[in-house]
C-alpha cells in the first residue's frame, strides 16, 4: 500500500496521558496515518481538583486534535456495582475500559475513524490486560478486529489495519508484562520526553482513597460529586452514621467549607492554629462532642481543656472538651 493511501486511513487513539498511549499514538502518526486523540475524565481523575490534564499536554505536544469525555456522575452508578468486579482496591478496569471504549466507539463513528488505538501492553496490568480480558473487552463492545494495540500488536491476534495493511505490521510491537524498560527505550528513540511516573491518574487505585470510598458506598449507598469529592481532602472518621471529615492545613480547611452543606456542623477552636472539621450526617450531641475532641486534638491548644466552637451557619456554639486520644481517634479512622 503507497503513503498516499495510508494517509487516507484515520485512528482514534485513548490517550491517559501516561507513556504507553503516548507512544502508541505515535507509532501510528510516525506511519504517516492521521490520528485524533480522546480522553476521559472521570470523578476519580486527578485532573478535577485543579491539575492540568495529561491526555491535553500530551495531545499538544503530539499536535493531535483531541476531544475530552467527562464522563460525569454516569460513573458512580458503574463504580458502586461494577459488573466484572473490582481489582485490588476499588478500580473497576474491566467495566472502565468498556465504558471507556463504547465512548470512543461512538466518537470513531462521528469522525470517520477507521480504527481505535490503545497504549494497552498484554500482561502489564492483572486484571485488564491479559488475553482474556482484552478479548471480552473487545467482544462487549461490539469492537472485534478494530483496537490496535501497537506495542503488543505481534502477540495478539491480527487486527482488521493489519490484515488489509492500513498498517505496516512489523513496525508493532511484542512488548508485554510490566516492566517499563522497552517503552522508555522507545520513547528515547522517537523523542518522547517529560511523561510521567507510572503509578496513574485514577484514585481508584490509591489504597487510602479506595477505604475511604468502600467506607461510603457501604453507609451511603449512593456516591454523588460532593461526597466524592470530600474524600480527597482531610483526615476521614466514621461514626456511626455520621462522618467527620478534619482539614490538615490552610488549603484543605477552605475547601472544606466550600464543600460544606447547609446540614452540616464546623467546628474550630478559636486564638490558636486549628483545623477545620465537617460533621456529616445525623444530629446526636455524641456525634457533636467527639468531632469538638478531635478538632481539638488536631488543634495547638495547649493544655487537657480546650474551648472548641461549632455553628451550622456559624461558629454560634461551644464546648469545652479533652481531646480525644490518639488510640481512640484510630478505631475511627477511615483509610
Known sequence: MSLSSKRKRKALALLS???????????????GILVEGIGFITPFSH????????AAKVASRLGLRLRIVDVGEKYFRLVENPLHGYGKHLN??????????????EYAAEIHADFIITGEVLDQRPMSQHLKALTLIERET????????????????ETDAEQKGWVDGKSLLDIHGRSRRRQME?????????????AGGCLLTDPIFSARLKDLIESEKTLNPRS????????????????IVVGRNEEENRRLMELKNPRDYFFEVSDYASPTTLL???ESEEAIRIAASITARYSDAPGDKVLVKFGRQSLDRSFIVFPLQDEDIAKMRVG
Request: proline share 7%; net charge positive.
Open 47 to 54: 485532573c478535577l481538583e485543579g491539575k492540568s490534564c495529561a
Open 186 to 198: 522507545l520513547a528515547k528513540s522517537l523523542g518522547v520526553t517529560d511523561y510521567p511516573s507510572p
Open 228 to 243: 466524592v469529592s470530600l474524600l480527597r481532602i482531610g483526615r476521614h472518621f466514621r461514626l456511626g452514621q455520621n462522618k
Open 142 to 157: 461490539c469492537l472485534e478486529g478494530r483496537i490496535l494495540r501497537p506495542l503488543s500488536a505481534r502477540l495478539l491476534p
Open 92 to 105: 473497576p478496569c474491566i467495566d472502565c475500559r468498556i465504558f471507556q471504549l463504547s465512548k470512543a466507539k
Open 280 to 282: 456529616l450526617g445525623p
Open 17 to 31: 496521558g501516561g507513556l504507553d498511549s503516548t507512544l502508541a499514538a505515535k507509532l501510528i502518526m510516525d506511519q
